[in-house]
């Protein structure tokens, strides 16, 4: 009987999780197709905006020179000081989402020991803490709330101390989707940009030589910092897309797992209720044949007495 009730008890206890991990599914299944919204709302201004970046980088004069095209190579490649964003998500129950990002971080941390670490998600910042690896600065409560606002935020902070020369290079470690709702791990250096000296080909067509008005330093201090927080808020939409498609699918998968395992205690279940069954009504037989025999046995010694 014990057997029996633990059986049902541990029935009931998927069935309750079961409960939680489908609703966290349609959770996730909404955030993502908002986070979806969000960046194809805003992927035609950016992409535009690339564009005119790769025009100026591409016709920039000879022997020109500006702060966000320094490569700083005049600094030793060991003492040169990485910022790196790294983009994790707030909560846990994502699958890998948050262990590929955290690992490959670490990977880059371990290559240039001088870098400040800037983390977006409460995840990571957790993870970098546990391991006593100090953290510059936390955007707290970016991961789950993407804004352009947010992104200018940090570009800002970032453009700043690039200008300082605190740090001589942003990279930036986020998660994107593929057309195939595939996520993986990027990364992406910011700054500084790269200076092209080919044409370039952007959405089919071929970027000529043009003249710059009013002039290329001009023209890159207005259009980059923009860039940047373009890039980064996409980074952030991007990451917390990925994110929620992982919760999907661990969701799904802890779904599946847990019909399996109500199939395999439901086997056990009813199994174990026909043996209960079986051995009430073996019991009862056994009792009846005792009391016929008890009957028998009293008939037999009256008959004996007469």
């Not at 929620?244 to 439901?266: V, W, Y």
């Amino acid at each position: 009987m014990s057997q029996i009730r633990e059986i049902k008890d541990r029935m009931n206890g998927i069935q309750s999780t079961m409960k939680i991990t489908k609703a966290m599914y349609m959770i996730s299944s909404t955030k993502m197709n908002t986070a979806k919204q969000k960046a194809a709302n805003t992927d035609p201004y950016f992409y535009s905006l690339r564009k005119q970046i790769l025009t100026i980088l591409q016709n920039l004069p000879d022997h020109f020179e500006h702060p966000y095209l320094d490569s700083r190579e005049y600094i030793d490649e060991k003492h040169q000081n990485k910022a790196i964003i790294c983009v994790t998500g707030d909560k846990g129950l994502a699958g890998a989402y948050n262990l590929n990002v955290l690992k490959l971080t670490e990977q880059i941390i371990k290559a240039h020991p001088n870098y400040k670490l800037y983390m977006i998600g409460e995840v990571g910042r957790q993870y970098f803490l546990r391991r006593h690896i100090p953290v510059e600065e936390s955007f707290l409560y970016t991961a789950q709330n993407p804004t352009l606002s947010r992104a200018r935020s940090i570009s800002s902070k970032m453009l700043e101390l690039y200008a300082e020369k605190t740090i001589d290079e942003v990279l930036i470690i986020y998660t994107r989707m593929d057309q195939h709702n595939q996520f993986t791990v990027d990364v992406e250096q910011l700054l500084p940009l790269y200076r092209l000296n080919q044409e370039v080909e952007v959405g089919g067509q071929t970027i000529h030589s043009i003249q710059l008005e009013p002039s290329p330093a001009e023209l890159l201090n207005i259009v980059i910092p923009d860039y940047l927080s373009g890039f980064i808020y996409s980074s952030l939409v991007e990451s917390y897309a990925s994110e929620n498609f992982a919760r999907m699918q661990a969701m799904d998968s802890a779904n599946k797992n847990g019909e399996e395992l109500l199939n395999s205690l439901s086997l056990q279940y009813n199994r174990q209720r026909q043996a209960k069954i079986t051995q009430e009504i073996t019991e009862v037989a056994a009792g009846a044949k005792a009391r016929r025999q008890q009957l028998q046995k009293k008939k037999r010694s009256q008959s004996t007495c007469k």
